[in-house]
C-alpha cells in the first residue's frame, strides 16, 4: 500500500473514533467506561457521570452491566462508605488491552475500513468530517 493511501486509511480510522465518541451513550457506554477507568484509574460513580456528562441513571445501569459480565468491581468509598469506587478488574483491563490493539492493527488488511477502496475512503472521510463540524 502506498504511503498516501495508508495515510488516508488511517485518516479514516481516526475519524470512525471521533465519530463514535459523538454516537449516544447507549452505542458507546460500556466501552467508553471501560476506557475512562483504564485511562484515570478507580474512579466514584460520581466522577465517571462527570467525565461521561450524562444521567446518573444511564451510568449506574452500565456499571451494573459491566460488573455482571466481571469487566468492574465496586468498592466502598473510604471517607464515605455510601460511595461507590468503580474500578477495572483484570478481565477488563485484558478486554481493554485486546480493544485497543485491534485498532492498533490499523495496518492489517482484516480492518473493516481496508474493504474500502480509496474512493469510498475518501468519500467517508468526508463525511466524518463534515458530521464532526
Do not use: C, W
Not at 30 to 56: A, D, F, H, N
Amino acid at each position: 500500500m502506498e504511503n498516501n493511501n495508508k495515510e488516508r486509511y488511517e485518516t479514516l480510522l481516526r475519524l470512525l473514533v471521533a465519530v463514535h465518541s459523538k454516537l449516544p451513550v447507549a452505542l458507546r457506554g460500556q466501552e467508553r467506561i471501560m476506557e475512562i477507568l483504564y485511562s484515570e484509574g478507580p474512579l466514584s460513580v460520581k466522577g465517571v457521570i462527570t467525565i461521561m456528562g450524562i444521567k446518573s441513571g444511564s451510568v449506574s445501569e452500565i456499571i451494573n452491566r459491566l460488573e455482571d459480565l466481571g469487566y468492574v468491581s465496586k468498592q466502598p468509598g473510604t471517607k464515605d462508605k455510601r460511595e461507590r469506587i468503580i474500578s477495572l478488574t483484570e478481565s477488563g483491563k485484558t478486554h481493554v488491552e485486546d480493544s485497543r490493539a485491534k485498532i492498533q492493527t490499523s495496518n492489517n488488511i482484516t480492518n473493516p475500513v481496508y474493504a474500502l477502496n480509496l474512493d469510498e475512503v475518501e468519500t467517508m472521510i468526508s463525511l466524518f468530517e463534515k458530521m464532526l463540524h
